[in-house]
């Protein structure tokens, strides 16, 4: 019922940037959090950067300063603008939201992954 979309993902040189959407739709009534994760293979996914209901962002140590967390709330929707990309930043990126259901329930749903690789 509850579908994260992401888009955006590609192939750039290192120092590049992209920019990843994470369009949420169905029966939602609020949706607080929003965040993006990352996982390269064989490794654990790791937290790439979060934003709360009230704005408030976090980032990892190896992305601050070069990513940018952003929502839009008309449009369900949490970004991810990628500067200065380098080549381990390559991963498999997942968008995650916590989502309250317009006819009850309160759960976190994911996106379905998008790849991002970064070339020297």
């Known amino acids: 019922q509850v579908q994260l979309v992401e888009s955006g993902g590609g192939l750039v040189q290192a120092g590049g940037s992209l920019r990843l959407s994470c369009a949420a739709s169905?029966?939602?009534?609020?949706?607080?959090?929003m965040g993006w994760y990352r996982q390269a293979p064989g490794k654990q996914r790791e937290l790439v950067a979060t934003?709360?209901?009230?704005?408030?962002?976090n980032y990892a140590d190896s992305v601050k300063g070069r990513f940018t967390i952003s929502r839009d709330n008309a449009k369900l929707t949490v970004y991810l603008q990628m500067n200065s990309l380098k080549p381990e930043d390559t991963a498999v990126y997942y968008c995650?939201?916590?989502?309250?259901?317009?006819?009850?329930?309160?759960?976190?749903?994911w996106g379905q992954g998008a790849q991002v690789t970064v070339s020297s």
């Open positions: 169905g029966s939602i009534l609020s949706i607080n959090a």
């Open positions: 934003v709360t209901g009230g704005g408030i962002t």
């Open positions: 995650n939201m916590d989502i309250r259901r317009m006819f009850g329930g309160r759960d976190d749903y």
